[in-house]
């Protein structure tokens, strides 16, 4: 078995299975990127996979000279037809040459970095064989995933800068002109002029906001009640905290719409700032309570002994040592009010009064150009990443905030 293993046979191995999954991520993100059409072809990359890896263990002395060797090899290839990468017609040979080229860089590179603890002669020890192993299933992951994420969203992005005519020719075609100049945005410059997309904006913003008051106004003296209160069904009250969460809320949506509409508050504001809460109550006091629990209950209790009240001490000692935990749950509370639909299409008729997700909605019309369609669901998704993004970093240096010190 150790004679199987060696790093000229795991090399090609490990290579061949690698080029298919560069040929393929290659072959889509430069078709997205030119809107020329190229395919991989997996019995070519099989083969040059095999040959490049083998080539990558026996040049072990840097990455560099490996990589070049791959690139110019596959860059011939290309230019001869004969390349795990192949383009459609009007596509010139030299293109696809460079196009190969550059897969032959990637590959050399991220090969000599899979078959870094590979030895090119003698038996691979289970060390060795396990670590190329998990590099290779790394980079997989790295890929595929990054993939999940950024193809939609690419492609979101990229209709939305199209104009209609070039939708109708080549629907497929992901590429950007940038020869149009700022006439690339005319379909956010309409959703915002003749859509009133700033209204639906500010409506989101603002019922996203008073959802965060208002969940964090009852879930965190409930949290802290069952954190630290000894009281009779405490034990009860917080095993069964996420039972309404667990109930799908297709299964509330007719009682909430007859309720609402018997009440007068369907299609009005106030009912959704009404609603939206009672979905994330139970989740923000989940996280609440684990996160009071593992406060050091001495700080408080030293509070108290200093002639505190148990609302001054909350408000004094264990909300500023919260605050990591209150921006965690402040955040998903405003994402989960920010990117909710059901609610908002169920019980919202009057344009007037569209959250963002509900304007989205609208636009999925024959008489709406899709770049429009395209164009909202940038603008709504944009700003939560933006907004993720920012509180992460806060979230993250805040993470000690909590400490005692000794």
């Not at 090119?120 to 670590?131: C, I, N, S, V, Y």
């Amino acid at each position: 078995m150790s004679v199987l293993w060696r790093g000229a046979i795991t090399g090609p191995l490990l290579g061949a299975l690698w080029m298919v999954v560069l040929a393929i991520t290659v072959a889509v993100a430069v078709s997205f990127g030119t809107g020329d059409a190229f395919r991989p072809v997996l019995w070519l990359a099989l083969v040059t996979g095999a040959l490049v890896g083998g080539a990558a263990v026996a040049l072990r002395p840097g990455a560099p000279m490996a990589a070049s060797a791959a690139a110019v090899a596959l860059g011939v290839l290309g230019f001869a037809g004969f390349a795990p990468v192949a383009a459609g017609e009007g596509v010139s040979a030299a293109w696809v040459a460079v196009v190969n080229g550059l897969l032959g860089g990637l590959f050399g590179y991220s090969m000599r970095v899979i078959l870094e603890e590979v030895p090119d002669a003698g038996p691979l020890t289970r060390h060795q064989f396990e670590d190329a192993v998990i590099r290779f299933l790394t980079g997989f992951g790295y890929i595929f995933f990054t993939a999940i994420v950024v193809i939609p969203f690419y492609v979101m992005v990229m209709t939305s800068l199209k104009n209609q005519q070039a939708l109708l020719q080549n629907p497929l075609d992901f590429s950007i002109e940038l020869s149009r100049g700022w006439d690339l945005f005319r379909s956010y410059a309409e959703l915002f002029g003749q859509y009133d997309f700033g209204r639906y904006l500010w409506t989101s913003f603002y019922i996203s906001c008073l959802t965060v008051f208002i969940t964090l106004l009852f879930s965190v003296p409930g949290a802290y009640a069952v954190a630290r209160l000894r009281f009779s069904g405490r034990a009860a009250f917080s095993r069964s905290i996420l039972l309404i969460y667990m109930v799908p809320m297709i299964v509330l949506a007719l009682p909430i719409y007859i309720a609402f509409s018997q009440a007068g508050l369907r299609n009005t504001v106030f009912g959704i700032v009404l609603i939206y809460p009672v979905t994330t109550i139970p989740v923000a006091l989940y996280m609440l309570q684990g996160y009071f629990r593992g406060l050091p209950a001495e700080v408080e209790e030293a509070g108290l002994m200093d002639g505190l009240s148990r609302l001054a001490v909350i408000w004094k000692i264990t909300l500023p040592l919260a605050l990591p935990a209150l921006a965690s749950v402040s955040l998903y509370v405003f994402m989960i009010a920010w990117n909710e639909f059901l609610l908002a299409f169920m019980l919202l008729d009057d344009p007037s009064k569209f959250t963002l997700t509900r304007a989205v909605t609208s636009l999925n019309s024959s008489e709406v150009p899709r770049q429009h369609l395209m164009a909202g669901a940038v603008i709504a998704t944009v700003p939560i990443m933006v907004l993720f993004l920012g509180l992460e970093r806060f979230m993250t240096k805040g993470l000690t905030a909590g400490s005692v010190k000794g």
